[in-house]
């Protein structure tokens, strides 16, 4: 690597790009069923080493939060519509693929989470469940909450 400028004879300086971690999970959504089975995971993507996540796309958002970025797999429908939870954060992360017709698979599409935390308007709680989750934030739909019913 050649340095960007010299000062003096002494200092060099470089200009350097943060190194963007590979993607190492892969959630999907469970409503009505999961699109992708594990083989067709390691296939599609070329690995068989992503961690698998299952989720409700219809109540709950899986985002990298401290670790790296990860895909997140939702039917076709719910990721194209305005009125869906998951419409929620889609805009925040890049769609990185999208089946449109039925094939052996129903249509889905497939998003890449950015390499930070969602922002999303929502109470930020933290609490850690073992090893495999961490809840960062949670948000009630005041249009369905009813007093003393939490």
Not at 19 to 47: K, M, N, S, Y
Not at 61 to 72: E, I
Not at 119 to 131: D, I, L
Request: with cysteine; proline share 8%; charged share 20%.
């Amino acid at each position: 690597m050649k340095p960007t400028a010299r000062i003096g004879h002494a200092l060099f300086v470089y200009d350097l790009r943060p190194v963007q971690l590979a993607p190492d999970w892969v959630a999907q959504c469970t409503a009505p069923t999961p699109q992708l089975e594990p083989a067709d995971i390691a296939e599609g993507f070329g690995r068989d080493d992503l961690r698998a996540i299952y989720f409700d796309c219809a109540q709950t958002a899986v985002w990298s939060g401290n670790t790296p970025r990860g895909w997140v797999v939702l039917p076709h429908t719910v990721a194209h519509d305005k009125q869906a939870f998951a419409s929620r954060w889609t805009g925040q992360a890049s769609l990185t693929f999208e089946q449109k017709q039925s094939f052996a698979l129903p249509p889905y599409s497939i998003f890449l989470t950015p390499a930070s935390r969602c922002r999303c308007a929502v109470q930020r709680r933290s609490r850690q469940f073992g090893q495999a989750a961490e809840l960062l934030a949670y948000r009630l739909d005041h249009s369905t909450v009813q007093p003393d019913k939490r």
